[in-house]
């Protein structure tokens, strides 16, 4: 499990295809700093952040999209507010260009008030961050999503480890459809991950027919204290960067 400390970046940010970068992101800013956000947003962007019943709720979806459109620019040499996005049937955004950017490959996920993203040059990719709470449902959560193999490794923990391998698990899912890019199309029962507390991050098995667990590398991640993450990342032969989003 990743723990080292997440450096601040440089200035020359390149991204090669043994590189996956990994960036952490607090989502509480200032006023000043949220106004300068809300300028680099596409208007169905914008759209969207309105539609949120809960002010605080759109301040983090401007920010999340804000930071993602900045460090794309890093990457891509291109002014934040000029990046377009595209999005597949299973709504997974991309890069709508036809040129070298292309072949970059990112995902985002946030909970509470961090995001991570993560960066890759032409490799399937997919991240996900969950803070660690209560949660009354937890049992039929995991009874309805999970694999017979998962819940087993679940119940079989002390109960005191319980709750850090559903959240284990849950992330480690999560990481996994969205680097497949078939969103909840591909059912949660039918691949199996591993979740106990201190063992390293797996995909065990999958039993999805256009699919095998060996494509595929798993890593967990430490972003904060009361939070879990992962990273799912096709292929083998990659290092992983962590770094601390500055703003």
């Known amino acids: 499990m990743t723990s080292q400390p997440w450096r601040l970046p440089h200035d020359d940010m390149t991204i090669s295809a043994r590189d ?3 960036w952490r992101a607090s989502l509480s800013v200032s006023e000043t700093r949220l106004a300068d956000f809300h300028a680099i947003l596409a208007d169905d962007e914008l759209a969207r952040a309105a539609r949120f019943r809960n002010p605080l709720h759109s301040a983090y979806y401007t920010v999340g999209r804000g930071v993602l ?34 072949t970059l490959r990112f995902n985002l996920s946030h909970s509470q008030d961090l ?5 890759t040059q032409q490799r399937a990719i997919g991240i996900d961050i969950e803070y660690i709470r209560p949660l009354p449902s937890r049992d039929r959560i995991a009874k309805q999503f999970f694999s017979p193999h998962e819940n087993q490794a679940l119940l079989a923990l002390p109960a005191a480890q319980q709750a850090i391998g559903f959240f284990n698990c849950w992330t ?51 972003p904060g204290a009361n939070y879990r993450a992962a990273l799912a990342v096709e292929g083998h032969d990659w290092a992983l960067s962590a770094w601390q989003w500055p703003g």
């Open 20 to 22: 996956v970068h990994v």
């Open 69 to 102: 459109r900045m460090l794309l620019g890093r990457y891509l040499n291109r002014q934040p507010q000029d990046i377009r996005f595209a999005y597949t049937d299973y709504g997974k955004p991309f890069i709508a260009i036809e040129d070298t950017a292309a």
């Open 115 to 119: 995001a991570l993203y993560a960066f």
């Open 172 to 222: 480690r899912k999560e990481a996994y459809i969205k680097a497949h890019g078939e969103g909840l199309s591909l059912p949660l029962n039918q691949f199996d991950v591993s979740l106990a507390p201190g063992e390293p991050a797996t995909l065990l098995e999958t039993r999805v027919a256009s699919d095998h667990a060996e494509r595929w590398a798993l890593h967990a991640l430490l």
